[in-house]
């Protein structure tokens, strides 16, 4: 089992940047795909982008797509999403989730992904 903690969630305005960071412990993650998830008040979580194992695959939600850039540091045993132009409508607590394989299919399945983090506000002010 792997922990997860992101960090680099805060208030930022409309067309601004941010880059979350996720941070594992207890076991490695360089085997395994991994994503970031995002959950809207009062909606359900949904997927936002995923990374291959070696960091050579990457997949995106059509609706960050040129936006959001996800990257591995297997060494280091990190995952970051580095998010330009943000908007309000991103607004929401963004998750880190680890799969147990390195199985690229079914990415935006949630249920595949059995390790997750506490989750980083994100705040896009109009």
């Known amino acids: 089992q792997v922990r997860l903690a992101e960090s680099g969630g805060r208030l930022v305005q409309a067309g601004g940047s941010l880059r979350l960071s996720c941070a594992a412990s207890g076991d490695t993650v360089g085997r395994k795909v991994m994503a970031w998830f995002r959950q809207a008040p009062g909606k359900d979580r949904e997927f936002v982008a995923a990374i291959s194992w070696g960091g050579l695959a990457t997949y995106y939600t059509d609706s960050v797509k040129g936006r959001f850039t996800i990257s591995r540091d297997n060494a280091a045993n990190t995952v970051s999403l580095q998010m330009k132009d943000l908007q309000p409508e991103d607004t929401a607590i963004y998750y880190c989730?680890?799969?147990?394989?390195?199985?690229?299919?079914?990415?935006?399945?949630?249920?595949?992904?059995?390790?997750w983090g506490q989750g980083t506000q994100v705040t896009v002010s109009s």
């Open positions: 989730a680890a799969r147990r394989d390195a199985s690229w299919t079914a990415l935006v399945q949630e249920q595949l992904y059995l390790d």
